[in-house]
């Protein structure tokens, strides 16, 4: 399946249904009218041969630094989080001393309206033409004219299971059909506690796929969607093990946990890392017939980058097909580069998955933004069912 034709297509009809949601930085996020007049990158002096960048972790490939170096005698700093929220608080705290970050795209929306970013400057980015124009046009929904932001790799948040170790779990009891009772049903959540059950330790994540799960709408800002949400979750609280982001892969890698609610992604490279370690456990990252969460993970240039020339020598470097090929091929993540699909490794671009049927892309709740009072409340709602009282 030529998977970016596909994305395409459904891109068009999504950009119908959803709209552009509008969410501006609120006041408590400090962002001035100063910061918000975007910048354009200044473009011609030159500049240190430093790029310090920010991105996810387990999220580029072991040689897309040191050929970059090589490329163009660039030194790369490169620190890795694992929350949209931990990135955030860097932004708005101004000078992140960083020259590319990578938010994911509903964020960068409201980082965006913040004058968090400077403006690309597309002339410095030849290899533009690379990127799907689906994906381009989907971006375009939360940055108008492509202007800020470029896609890094894209996926969907699910339910990732050791598919023996869950078997063994649930003994009688079939697997359900909606995969996500696995982590939010009592009934499954009360038999998989014993191989251990690890959730996403992120407000938003983990509300996200609350309200989807209880079929409301996934952005909607009606507080009591939320106490539903929660209550829901209390349900099954006792039955979590640990919240964690990053650290999902090597528990499901090694057999630690048998059930994860998180990244696609993430179990894809949970399964790879397992065979490569030799700890052979089968991880899969299930596709809810309900559908999952698209979110796609977008690279951008500080307000305060020292180095955006640097930035963009980056940016036009990771738009080569070969170079957006051996991430995906390390990450078993999506991406946004058409020309990058020959070079995709056969394994992964057969993986329904990762490149997704036409028929589970069009299940995908579109990525959306919350607002600030409502990511407030998200957040205290968090932390109570997180600490379980
Ligand atoms: N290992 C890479 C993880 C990237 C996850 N991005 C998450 C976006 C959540 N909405």
């Known amino acids: 399946m030529n998977m970016n034709l596909s994305y395409s297509k459904y891109l068009l009809g999504m950009a119908i249904i959803t709209g552009l949601a509008t969410v501006s930085c609120s006041k408590s996020d400090n962002t001035t009218a100063e910061a918000a007049k975007p910048t354009v990158a200044a473009a011609s002096e030159p500049e240190e041969k430093i790029l310090n960048i920010y991105n996810w972790s387990d999220y580029i490939a072991p040689d897309t630094i040191a050929n970059f170096e090589k490329e163009t005698g660039i030194k790369v700093r ?52 690379n990127l799907d124009p689906g994906i381009l046009k989907q971006m ?67 509300f996200q796929a609350a309200l989807h799960y209880l079929g409301k709408p996934v952005y909607t800002g009606t507080p009591e969607d939320y106490q539903a949400a929660f209550d829901m979750l209390m349900k099954v609280r006792p039955d979590i093990k640990k919240f964690n982001s990053g650290g999902q892969i090597d528990d499901l890698a090694s057999g630690n946990i048998c059930v994860a609610y998180g990244w696609a992604g993430d179990f894809n490279l949970a399964h790879k890392r397992s065979i490569e370690n030799k700890a052979e456990q089968h991880i899969e990252a299930l596709v809810p017939k309900t559908g999952g969460l698209m979110f796609m993970d977008t690279m951008a240039i500080p307000a305060d980058a020292k180095h955006p020339n640097n930035a963009h020598l980056w940016m036009n470097y990771i738009m080569q097909p070969k170079v957006t090929a051996a991430i995906t091929n390390t990450v078993t993540y999506a991406n946004p580069n058409k020309a990058a699909t020959e070079f995709v490794d056969e394994d992964i671009k057969n993986n329904k998955s990762i490149f997704l049927s036409d028929e589970d892309i069009a299940k995908l709740v579109p990525p959306g933004v919350e607002d600030a009072k409502t990511k407030r409340n998200m957040t205290r709602l968090y932390t109570k069912f997180k600490s379980g009282v």
């Open 140 to 206: 375009a929904e939360l940055d108008p004219g492509n202007t800020y932001l470029i896609d890094w790799m894209w996926s969907y948040n699910t339910v990732g299971i050791n598919v023996d170790k869950v078997k063994a779990a649930l003994g009688d009891t079939p697997m359900p059909d909606n995969a996500w009772d696995l982590v939010f049903n009592p009934t499954y959540t009360s038999k998989l506690k014993s191989c251990g059950i690890t959730f996403l330790d992120t407000p938003a994540d983990v």
């Open 78 to 129: 490169y620190d890795v989080f694992d929350s949209n929220e931990i990135l955030h608080a860097k932004l708005i705290a101004k000078n992140t001393g960083y020259d590319i970050v990578v938010p994911g795209s509903n964020w960068a929306k409201l980082q965006i309206d913040g004058g968090l970013f400077q403006k690309l400057d597309k002339s410095k980015l030849p290899n533009w033409k």
